[in-house]
Structures are given as structure tokens and as C-alpha cells.
């Protein structure tokens, strides 16, 4: 029923950008938060960035800031994620998330199947 679909990975040389999507069905933007988390093996997944379904309150994590935008389109049901001045540390499988209403610490509900972004030097 609830379906969280990410598109627009691949693989970029250092310093550039990707953007990716993800698709929403089964659940109203104006009601759930969208996160986009990432993980890398040996590692725990890292919350990178999240955007409120209130106001729009967005939350980057410091390794992301000044380099990743979220955004979403309510009209298309879709959440965003620019990449911008990408490094090889940010290789990883991002996924896409949502949460009931705000941004925070606990759990997410509903998860997208990952996208592989490729970052080399």
C-alpha cells in the first residue's frame, strides 16, 4: 500500500552532483516527514538530512551541510535531494524514509529500496 520508490543515482567523478528522487504513494506528503539516511557496509546508517511535513523544517547532518538541499513537490508526491560538491566518502546506498509529521529522532516508518551513488577520485 505504502510504496517509496528512490531514482537518480549512478556514479560521478569528484565535485559533482546528482539529484534523486523519491516517489511517494500510499501516504500524504502534508502528513509525513521524508528523510534520506545512507550506508555504507561496516557502518550504521547515517541520517543525512529530513524535511517536516508542517513547515517544511529541514535538519542536515553536519557532514552533508552546505553540500545537500532536500526539497519535495506535494503537487508531483515526490521528495528531492540535491548532491552537490560530491566526495568519495559520500559513496553509499541512500534511501529515502518516512516518518508521521516532524522530523526527529525516533524510527522511521516506511522505507524506499536504496539507490546506489558512486563517487570517484
Known amino acids: 500500500q505504502v510504496q517509496l520508490v528512490e531514482s537518480g543515482g549512478g556514479l560521478v567523478q569528484f565535485g559533482g552532483s546528482l539529484r534523486l528522487s523519491c516517489a511517494v504513494s500510499?501516504?500524504?506528503?502534508?502528513?509525513?516527514?521524508i528523510g534520506w539516511l545512507r550506508q555504507v557496509p561496516g557502518k550504521e546508517r547515517e541520517r543525512i538530512s529530513c524535511?517536516?511535513?508542517?513547515?517544511?523544517?529541514?535538519y542536515y547532518a553536519d557532514s552533508v551541510k552546505g553540500r545537500f538541499t532536500i526539497a519535495r513537490d506535494k503537487a508531483k508526491y515526490t521528495a528531492y535531494l540535491q548532491m552537490n560538491s560530491l566526495r568519495p566518502e559520500d559513496t553509499a546506498v541512500y534511501y529515502c524514509?518516512?516518518?508521521?509529521?516532524?522530523?526527529?529522532?525516533?524510527?522511521?516508518?516506511?522505507w524506499g529500496q536504496g539507490a546506489q551513488v558512486g563517487v570517484s577520485s
Open positions: 500510499g501516504i500524504s506528503l502534508e502528513y509525513y516527514a
Open positions: 524514509a518516512a516518518v508521521f509529521f516532524s522530523c526527529g529522532p525516533h524510527e522511521y516508518d516506511y
Open positions: 524535511i517536516s511535513a508542517n513547515d517544511g523544517t529541514t
